[in-house]
Structure formats: structure tokens, C-alpha cells
């Protein structure tokens, strides 16, 4: 019982120190990367949002002035758009049969 | 070159009721273009409206008046087939002016 | 045995509305269904005074219109289309040249769908291809000089009823369907559909706007708009549209752009040019 306490505390410590030493931004560029995959998704499907397209400039101009935390936020805030966007898509595609006056 | 000034008056029983379209950006030197750089100011400052020898009509304007502007009003003494000359002044110093005449 | 019959009825039932919505696509009752529903809804408004949009669905809208009418602000744009139009190219020929009748009086029929092609033309796409075919470079489909041009058109076609054709070539009618589609579609983070503020939303306000209904609403292109202080094209209309929805707007004269023009002006054939409009 005592060999695994210290086990999962030494765990624990190791993981600590080895998430303060990834630099914020790669972990930014990851995020921004998935946005921005997400985003050119929403393009292809003519679906783009003008706010997926904003939000993703806010949070590249926020990484730049070195505010990780905003740009990350952003980042997520971006990808979280742009599926919206996706997901509207693929629901209209036949969803709108039901708006169609006949 | 066109004229910048339309103008259409029509001879009635009493007056004479004119109507003015003229060609203008009127811009009041408040508004920003999309570089974010302020638009001088470009509009006309006086037009006026003579018959007869005798001055009509003054309209004193400025930056508030909107792009293109358009003028209504009525006045005694005319009978079809007069002159009614328009002419107008702007801040730049430019000027236009146009004689029709009263249907 | 009773459920198990309603359980059939309404598989059976089921079945044959998805094959009707898979399989044909018939305009003409469509066309019928578009319109009744307009005058249905509003069977105070004069069928053809549908083209004045929002002044057919308010009083008060339309004694300013009216006013504004007697010197209508697109007069300088008509003038200016006037001597576009006249003005021949580098090579000596003219606009004239490009169109039937020389281009007077035929704003009615379009768009129509080139077979050749196989795509929609719209009037400010053939005007384009008009200007590239006799060596000039093409007008940006959003500015004035555009729109000076369709203003022309569109005056000396004033009155005229629109005729817009679809035949049974299947791409003509699937240009239709995708029209149908985009107007039917929701889009943008707004999510909202043309159909959303023009057929749902019709005669009510949005902010200070009065909505214009559906049908008609191409017969007034192009317009002057008050809120834009210059003229306006049916491209820089939809491109607005779009983004006020928080939708990216495609580029002018995209393809689904095309098609939802061909879909909008068909359901509004027989109503006659207004073109060009005022709108606030």
C-alpha cells in the first residue's frame, strides 16, 4: 500500500515537471493546427462561418503578443465554431427539405 | 460632362413647386475609409435657386446633409415657361449651375 | 391488426415521400405552392406590387418610397449605364452586340440556363463574358460600374414580365434544385436561411428593416440602397446577406449563387420588372 502511494506520488511529480517544460507554444501551434483543420473543413463544405474566420486571426495575433493562455482559449474557441459550422452543414443537407413550400 | 443637377419645377394655380436632385459624395469629413483613414471633408456649402432676377430659394448646408441630395420646396410669382436657375457651391470652391425651365 | 395496418400505412406512406423528394423535381407545382402562399398570406397586396418589397408590406415604407420615386437616387446610375452601354469597346464592337434585341428590354429573361455551358448565366455574368469575349478586362460584380450597366438594362426592360424557362434538361432542373436548396438552407453562426427572414418573416421587422417577401424579390435589381449610399448588384445583395448572417460569403457569381437566382427569379415569373429599386 505504501510502495504505491509513493509510486503514484512520484508519477504524479514526474508528470508535473514534465508538462511545465512543453513550451506553451507548441502546444498553441497544436491547437491552431486543429482549428485550422477543422476550419478549411467548413470551407470545402461551403459552410465557413465569418466568426471561425475571426476568431482564428484573434487568436494567431494573441499568440504573437505572447498571451498563450488567451490564444489558446481562442484556439479552442475556433475549432468549437468551426465543427458548429460542419455539423450545421451535415443537418441542412437534409433538413431543409422540411422548409420548402409545396 | 452631365450635369450634376436635376431639377424639375412645375407651375401651379398659386406656386410653383420645385423639385432638385444633385449629384454630390457629400462627404461630411467625420467618416473613416477601410484603411481607417478619415475621408475629407467634401460638400456643397450654399445652393441656390434664382428667378427673375430675384434669388428664391437658399439652402444653407454643410456635413449633415446625406450624399446626393435631394430639395423640395414652393414659391410665388413664376408662370410656366419661366427660366429657374440652380447653382450650387461647394467647400472646395467647386460649383455647378444649371437654367431649366418652369412646365 | 389495427396498429399493424397504421404501422404499414405509414411505412408505405413514409416511402413514397422520400421518393417524391429523391426522384422529381417539378418546378411548375412549386412555382404554384411559392405563390399561393404569398397571396394567401397577404391577399391585400396586388399580385404584381409584390415586386416593390418591403413598400407592399408597409404603409408608411411606401408613402416615403413614393416620394422618393418622383427623383429616384439610381437616376445617375441609369444615366451612367446609358453611356456604358453606348460607349463601344477597344475592338469597336459594343454591349449590343453580345445580347438579343442589342440588349434593350430583355432583362426579363434572365438568368436562363446556357445548355452549352451547362451553368446558369446570369445578367451580370453574361455582361462579363460580353466585356472578356471583345478583349476587356472584367467589372468587379460588387462596384458601381456593374451596376450601373444592369440598372440600364433593367430600366429599359421596366414592366416587362419575367420568363424564366427551365426545361427538362436534368441540369437545368438540378441547377434548380441546388437554388432551392440555398435558399432553404440555414447558414452562418445566425443560422438562419433566406427562407428564414423572406418566406417565414415576411412584412416583419427586423431591427428597423422591413422584411421583403420572397416572391418578387429579384424584380427590383438592381437597387439603390440608402442604407449603402450607392448602388447595389444581386451579387453584392446575396455577398451582404451572407455575411450578416456570420456566414462567409462565397465569391460573386458562384455557382450556388447562379442557381439560387435562376430558383428565386422562376418563382416570380409573370410579375413584372421593377428594376431599378430604392430600398432604405
Same mark, same amino acid.
Given at each position: 500500500?505504501?510502495?504505491?502511494?509513493?509510486?503514484?506520488?512520484?508519477?504524479?511529480?514526474?508528470?508535473?515537471?514534465?508538462?511545465?517544460?512543453?513550451?506553451?507554444?507548441?502546444?498553441?501551434?497544436?491547437?491552431?493546427?486543429?482549428? +485550422?483543420?477543422?476550419?478549411?473543413?467548413?470551407?470545402?463544405?461551403?459552410?465557413?462561418?465569418?466568426?471561425?474566420?475571426?476568431?482564428?486571426?484573434?487568436?494567431?495575433?494573441?499568440?504573437?503578443?505572447?498571451?498563450?493562455?488567451?490564444?489558446?482559449?481562442?484556439?479552442? +474557441?475556433?475549432?468549437?465554431?468551426? +465543427?458548429?459550422?460542419?455539423?450545421?452543414?451535415?443537418?441542412?443537407?437534409?433538413?431543409?427539405?422540411?422548409?420548402?413550400?409545396? | 460632362?452631365?450635369?450634376?443637377?436635376?431639377?424639375?419645377?412645375?407651375?401651379?394655380?398659386?406656386?410653383?413647386?420645385?423639385?432638385?436632385?444633385?449629384?454630390?459624395?457629400?462627404?461630411?469629413?467625420?467618416?473613416?475609409?477601410?484603411?481607417?483613414?478619415?475621408?475629407?471633408?467634401?460638400?456643397?456649402?450654399?445652393?441656390?435657386?434664382?428667378?427673375?432676377?430675384?434669388?428664391?430659394?437658399?439652402?444653407?448646408?454643410?456635413?449633415?446633409?446625406?450624399?446626393?441630395?435631394?430639395?423640395?420646396?414652393?414659391?410665388?410669382?413664376?408662370?410656366?415657361?419661366?427660366?429657374?436657375?440652380?447653382?450650387?457651391?461647394?467647400?472646395?470652391?467647386?460649383?455647378?449651375?444649371?437654367?431649366?425651365?418652369?412646365? | 391488426?389495427?396498429?399493424?395496418?397504421?404501422?404499414?400505412?405509414?411505412?408505405?406512406?413514409?416511402?413514397?415521400?422520400?421518393?417524391?423528394?429523391?426522384?422529381?423535381?417539378?418546378?411548375?407545382?412549386?412555382?404554384?405552392?411559392?405563390?399561393?402562399?404569398?397571396?394567401?398570406?397577404?391577399?391585400?397586396?396586388?399580385?404584381?406590387?409584390?415586386?416593390?418589397?418591403?413598400?407592399?408590406?408597409?404603409?408608411?415604407?411606401?408613402?416615403?418610397?413614393?416620394?422618393?420615386?418622383?427623383?429616384?437616387?439610381?437616376?445617375?446610375?441609369?444615366?451612367?449605364?446609358?453611356?456604358?452601354?453606348?460607349?463601344?469597346?477597344?475592338?469597336?464592337?459594343?454591349?449590343?452586340?453580345?445580347?438579343?434585341?442589342?440588349?434593350?428590354?430583355?432583362?426579363?429573361?434572365?438568368?436562363?440556363?446556357?445548355?452549352?455551358?451547362?451553368?446558369?448565366?446570369?445578367?451580370?455574368?453574361?455582361?462579363?463574358?460580353?466585356?472578356?469575349?471583345?478583349?476587356?478586362?472584367?467589372?468587379?460584380?460588387?462596384?458601381?460600374?456593374?451596376?450601373?450597366?444592369?440598372?440600364?438594362?433593367?430600366? &429599359?426592360?421596366?414592366?416587362?414580365?419575367?420568363?424564366?424557362?427551365?426545361?427538362?434538361?436534368?441540369?437545368?432542373?438540378?441547377?434548380?434544385?441546388?437554388?432551392?436548396?440555398?435558399?432553404?438552407?440555414?447558414?452562418?453562426?445566425?443560422?438562419?436561411?433566406?427562407?428564414?427572414?423572406?418566406?417565414?418573416?415576411?412584412?416583419?421587422?427586423?431591427? &428597423?428593416?422591413?422584411?421583403?417577401?420572397?416572391?418578387?424579390?429579384?424584380?427590383?435589381?438592381?437597387?439603390?440602397?440608402?442604407?449603402?449610399?450607392?448602388?447595389? &448588384?444581386?451579387?453584392?445583395?446575396?455577398?451582404?446577406?451572407?455575411?450578416?448572417?456570420?456566414?462567409?460569403?462565397?465569391?460573386?457569381?458562384?455557382?450556388?449563387?447562379?442557381?439560387?437566382?435562376?430558383?428565386?427569379?422562376?418563382?416570380?415569373?409573370?410579375?413584372?420588372?421593377?428594376?431599378?429599386?430604392?430600398?432604405?
Amino acid at each position: 500500500m505504501r510502495f504505491a502511494l509513493s509510486l503514484g506520488l512520484a508519477a504524479l511529480a514526474a508528470g508535473l515537471t514534465f508538462s511545465a517544460l512543453a513550451a506553451p507554444a507548441d502546444d498553441f501551434k497544436a491547437a491552431y493546427a486543429k482549428a +485550422e483543420a477543422a476550419s478549411k473543413q467548413a470551407v470545402a463544405l461551403k459552410t465557413q462561418w465569418t466568426t471561425t474566420v475571426a476568431t482564428l486571426k484573434s487568436a494567431q495575433a494573441a499568440a504573437s503578443a505572447g498571451k498563450y493562455d488567451d490564444a489558446m482559449a481562442l484556439a479552442k +474557441e475556433a475549432q468549437a465554431l468551426a +465543427e458548429a459550422s460542419i455539423a450545421q452543414a451535415k443537418q441542412q443537407a437534409t433538413a431543409w427539405q422540411d422548409a420548402v413550400i409545396r | 460632362m452631365a450635369s450634376t443637377i436635376r431639377v424639375r419645377a412645375v407651375a401651379g394655380a398659386d406656386t410653383t413647386e420645385v423639385q432638385s436632385l444633385i449629384q454630390h459624395p457629400m462627404d461630411s469629413g467625420f467618416v473613416k475609409d477601410s484603411a481607417g483613414q478619415l475621408i475629407p471633408p467634401h460638400h456643397i456649402e450654399v445652393v441656390q435657386f434664382e428667378h427673375g432676377g430675384k434669388t428664391v430659394f437658399t439652402a444653407l448646408w454643410g456635413p449633415a446633409v446625406s450624399k446626393d441630395p435631394y430639395l423640395k420646396f414652393s414659391f410665388k410669382g413664376a408662370k410656366k415657361g419661366d427660366d429657374l436657375k440652380v447653382s450650387w457651391v461647394d467647400n472646395k470652391g467647386a460649383s455647378d449651375s444649371l437654367v431649366a425651365k418652369i412646365q | 391488426m389495427l396498429r399493424k395496418l397504421l404501422l404499414v400505412g405509414a411505412l408505405a406512406l413514409g416511402a413514397a415521400h422520400s421518393a417524391l423528394a429523391a426522384d422529381k423535381v417539378d418546378p411548375k407545382a412549386e412555382f404554384k405552392a411559392f405563390r399561393d402562399y404569398f397571396v394567401g398570406r397577404f391577399p391585400k397586396v396586388p399580385l404584381d406590387d409584390f415586386v416593390n418589397g418591403p413598400y407592399s408590406m408597409d404603409a408608411g415604407l411606401r408613402k416615403q418610397w413614393k416620394a422618393i420615386e418622383e427623383f429616384p437616387p439610381y437616376d445617375f446610375a441609369v444615366d451612367k449605364g446609358k453611356e456604358m452601354f453606348a460607349k463601344p469597346f477597344a475592338n469597336g464592337k459594343t454591349y449590343g452586340d453580345c445580347f438579343p434585341d442589342k440588349g434593350v428590354g430583355i432583362r426579363q429573361n434572365y438568368p436562363y440556363f446556357d445548355a452549352k455551358s451547362g451553368q446558369v448565366i446570369t445578367l451580370e455574368l453574361a455582361l462579363n463574358q460580353c466585356r472578356e469575349a471583345n478583349g476587356e478586362k472584367p467589372l468587379d460584380y460588387v462596384k458601381d460600374d456593374m451596376a450601373a450597366l444592369t440598372a440600364y438594362m433593367a430600366f &429599359t426592360s421596366r414592366g416587362k414580365r419575367f420568363d424564366i424557362k427551365i426545361s427538362d434538361d436534368p441540369r437545368a432542373l438540378a441547377a434548380y434544385r441546388k437554388g432551392e436548396e440555398y435558399f432553404y438552407t440555414r447558414r452562418g453562426q445566425l443560422n438562419f436561411s433566406c427562407a428564414s427572414c423572406h418566406v417565414q418573416s415576411a412584412g416583419n421587422h427586423i431591427r &428597423t428593416e422591413v422584411l421583403a417577401p420572397a416572391l418578387g424579390i429579384m424584380a427590383a435589381m438592381p437597387i439603390y440602397r440608402s442604407e449603402w449610399g450607392s448602388m447595389g &448588384t444581386i451579387s453584392r445583395r446575396l455577398v451582404t446577406c451572407n455575411s450578416q448572417v456570420r456566414a462567409a460569403p462565397l465569391k460573386p457569381q458562384d455557382e450556388l449563387y447562379r442557381d439560387v437566382e435562376y430558383f428565386l427569379t422562376y418563382m416570380g415569373n409573370g410579375l413584372p420588372v421593377s428594376g431599378p429599386g430604392a430600398r432604405p
